[in-house]
């Protein structure tokens, strides 16, 4: 029989075979070539290949595939084995499917620390022993679906079916269904934008979370519902808008002129050039049922007024534009003095407004904690508005005060974890707490504090249970009026004028220069010895 003939055998043969072959030594008696590579048989290539002759050469054939790679001890390494093991072989892969889940395998490890913002952050990879776990895989899959926003459906698509039997044959992929269980199980908020009202479905969760653990809720859900701010703050914004008067009016269909049509738009032009005026872009128009654009119009409206005067003074367009004729009805406007001074006003109004809605907007950050600084502010606004000097300030003011009172007039109505947020910033605890309440409540600001104090010890005897043991505790302190001068006198960016925050940092600097001089109080307040 021809060599080329010979059919892969084992290693004993082999060797045999060759050991016959080689002449004989009168000096020196060579060991067997099993005994020669007994070492090398403990490579792990070496489990999954046979080695055999073929042509005068030594090969090693694949254990579950027909691949065969030369093996001469001499001349060739193992790479190529363990590569065809850990990368190529599908059979093999099955066969490890077929097996004990935890079987370990040589593989390419890629560790992730976090899910972040950038993709190549917290990303390694090492070669090593690594162990399928099907349990750790479901749940990466339930994390891809979240942080990628994926639809549940995402996980019975051919595709992906066929990326997972190629690349992880042993992972039975779940159904949709599936994947919705194990994502309940990691809740940790549900947003509900589309529900006016979700009292039924937050008892409904409430429900859910207990029946699935004792402990599923933190204080069976006391605290579980959470009012978005910056819906309340448009509701309450909408009910003062009802109180705008012509002027607004006017500036609106003085924009509407405007941009009615390309002519229109050029002869504006052509007055902001002749005004001089320096600035990048140009008037808005609003959408009445939304009060931030009108906000928007009348802030960008406000610093092309020259230009619109001009127009009056110069379009006779723009002057039979608000006349009207026989087929359109006279329109409100064009704008005088008194609509751009009213304007300036609503500004001024709006503006506290509008940047609190854009920072209870953000997504890319933690905004609980910003809930009671904006509360205190807009608290503080419309108590000095409200007996304002300006009749039309104050007549907004009281409107808006009626709605603040229905949704944050009453700690009762308030979610006080939003308070307990900045009760744990270290810059204001309890003090600042203590010392707000001492401007809007007076005489029962303290009760007021304590319920507070009482909600975060009882969070933290909640959590002590379920982890660790401590004591709770908590502080306070009192502080005093705050002098707001009229809102009228205010310049455009004087609204920071209603933040409480930078009074209490002046009182507490004064009480700490107070205690520092006084040795006195210090000494009462050490222990006994």
């Given at each position: 029989?021809?060599?080329?003939?010979?059919?892969?055998?084992?290693?004993?043969?082999?060797?045999?075979?060759?050991?016959?072959?080689?002449?004989?030594?009168?000096?020196?008696?060579?060991?067997?070539?099993?005994?020669?590579?007994?070492?090398?048989?403990?490579?792990?290539?070496?489990?999954?290949?046979?080695?055999?002759?073929?042509?005068?050469?030594?090969?090693?054939?694949?254990?579950?595939?027909?691949?065969?790679?030369?093996?001469?001890?001499?001349?060739?390494?193992?790479?190529?084995?363990?590569?065809?093991?850990?990368?190529?072989?599908?059979?093999?892969?099955?066969?490890?499917?077929?097996?004990?889940?935890?079987?370990?395998?040589?593989?390419?490890?890629?560790?992730?620390?976090?899910?972040?913002?950038?993709?190549?952050?917290?990303?390694?990879?090492?070669?090593?022993?690594?162990?399928?776990?099907?349990?750790?895989?479901?749940?990466?899959?339930?994390?891809?679906?979240?942080?990628?926003?994926?639809?549940?459906?995402?996980?019975?698509?051919?595709?992906?079916?066929?990326?997972?039997?190629?690349?992880?044959?042993?992972?039975?992929?779940?159904?949709?269904?599936?994947?919705?269980?194990?994502?309940?199980?990691?809740?940790?908020?549900?947003?509900?934008?589309?529900?006016?009202?979700?009292?039924?479905?937050?008892?409904?969760?409430?429900?859910?979370?207990?029946?699935?653990?004792?402990?599923?809720?933190?204080?069976?859900?006391?605290?579980?519902?959470?009012?978005?701010?910056?819906?309340?703050?448009?509701?309450?914004?909408?009910?003062?808008?009802?109180?705008?008067?012509?002027?607004?009016?006017?500036?609106?269909?003085?924009?509407?002129?405007?941009?009615?049509?390309?002519?229109?738009?050029?002869?504006?032009?052509?007055?902001?050039?002749?005004?001089?005026i320096q600035h990048k872009g140009l008037v808005v128009l609003d959408v009445p049922t939304r009060w931030n654009s009108t906000y928007l119009m009348l802030a960008s409206a406000l610093k092309f007024v020259k230009a619109f005067d001009r127009l009056d003074d110069e379009d006779g367009n723009y002057q039979n534009y608000f006349k009207g004729n026989s087929n359109e009805p006279k329109r409100v406007g064009p704008p005088c003095f008194e609509d751009w001074e009213n304007a300036k006003v609503f500004v001024q109004f709006l503006k506290t407004f509008y940047d609190v809605t854009l920072q209870f907007s953000g997504s890319l950050s933690v905004t609980s904690n910003l809930y009671f600084h904006k509360w205190s502010t807009i608290n503080n606004q419309l108590t000095s508005m409200s007996g304002d000097v300006n009749h039309l300030v104050s007549q907004m003011a009281s409107s808006m005060r009626i709605k603040f009172e229905k949704y944050w007039g009453s700690l009762d109505k308030t979610n006080k974890l939003l308070i307990v947020a900045v009760v744990l910033d270290p810059r204001y605890k309890l003090q600042y707490v203590s010392y707000c309440f001492s401007v809007f409540y007076g005489a029962t600001s303290h009760e007021l504090t304590s319920n507070i104090k009482n909600a975060l010890v009882e969070l933290y005897e909640c959590y002590s249970a379920l982890y660790s043991g401590g004591d709770g505790g908590g502080g306070g302190g009192d502080g005093g009026g705050v002098e707001v001068p009229s809102f009228c006198d205010l310049q455009s960016d004087d609204s920071s004028v209603f933040d409480l925050s930078i009074a209490f940092s002046e009182t507490v600097e004064n009480e700490d220069n107070i205690m520092c001089k006084n040795e006195v109080e210090r000494y009462l307040l050490e222990p006994v010895e």
């Open positions: 029989m021809n060599d080329d003939n010979v059919l892969p055998t084992n290693v004993v043969n082999s060797s045999s075979s060759r050991s016959e072959r080689t002449p004989n030594s009168d000096s020196v008696e060579k060991p067997p070539l099993e005994e020669k590579l007994k070492g090398r048989q403990s490579f792990d290539a070496w489990n999954h290949f046979t080695r055999y002759q073929e042509g005068g050469r030594m090969r090693a054939q694949c254990k579950y595939c027909p691949k065969n790679y030369a093996c001469d001890s001499n001349t060739n390494g193992t790479t190529n084995m363990n590569k065809h093991i850990q990368k190529q072989c599908k059979q093999y892969r099955a066969k490890l499917a077929s097996s004990d889940p935890k079987q370990t395998c040589l593989v390419k490890q890629t560790s992730i620390t976090t899910f972040t913002t950038s993709s190549k952050e917290g990303c390694g990879s090492s070669l090593g022993l690594g162990v399928f776990n099907k349990d750790d895989t479901r749940k990466a899959l339930a994390e891809m679906i979240i942080v990628d926003e994926l639809p549940f459906r995402f996980v019975e698509k051919r595709g992906f079916h066929n990326f997972c039997r190629v690349g992880m044959p042993r992972f039975d992929v779940p159904s949709r269904r599936t994947i919705v269980r194990d994502i309940l199980q990691m809740v940790f908020t549900i947003t509900v934008d589309n529900a006016a009202s979700n009292a039924v479905a937050i008892l409904y969760v409430k429900r859910k979370l207990i029946s699935w653990h004792a402990d599923g809720a933190i204080l069976d859900g006391k605290y579980l519902h959470l009012r978005c701010c910056a819906h309340i703050v448009n509701l309450i914004v909408n009910d003062g808008l009802g109180e705008l008067n012509d002027s607004v009016v006017a500036i609106r269909n003085a924009v509407k002129f405007v941009k009615s049509s390309p002519s229109r738009f050029e002869s504006f032009k052509r007055s902001v050039e002749h005004e001089k």
